[in-house]
Nanobody, 121 residues
Framework: QVQLVESGGGLVQPGGSLRLSCAAS????????MGWHRQAPGKERELVAA???????NYAKSVKGRFTISRDNAKNTVYLQMNSLKPEDTAVYYC???????????????WGQGTQVTVSS
């Protein structure tokens, strides 16, 4: 059983930056794809970014050029660097992994508890 724990969320002003981390209790090296999803109030959960073990990535159009996903298999950690944040980025951000996951949005079975990101002046 793999547990995912997110951290790094918080309140930031528009234009600011945050870095989210997702630490896995087990090895993530066996998961080809890991991703970050987010859910804003009243909206469905959506893919933000995903990365394969080989380093291929996919980003939602709304975050492309502002967010960067990376992974460190030795530390069993996935990161999401978020720059130029906008109020519409406000959401709970979830880490996701599992054998079924793909960088095109299919979700794996494992989810973290989520971390709140609020972008507001």
């Amino acid at each position: 059983q793999v547990q995912l724990v997110e951290s790094g969320g918080g309140l930031v002003q528009p234009g600011g930056s945050l870095r989210l981390s997702c630490a896995a209790s087990g090895s993530i090296s066996s998961f080809n794809t890991m991703g970050w999803h987010r859910q804003a109030p009243g909206k469905e959960r959506e893919l933000v970014a995903a990365i394969t073990s080989g380093g291929a990535t996919n980003y939602a159009k709304s975050v492309k050029g502002r967010f960067t996903i990376s992974r460190d298999n030795a530390k069993n950690t996935v990161y999401l660097q978020m720059n130029s944040l906008k109020p519409e980025d406000t959401a709970v951000y979830y880490c996701n992994a599992g054998p079924q996951a793909t960088i095109w949005g299919r979700r794996g079975r494992y989810w973290g508890q989520g971390t709140q990101v609020t972008v507001s002046s």
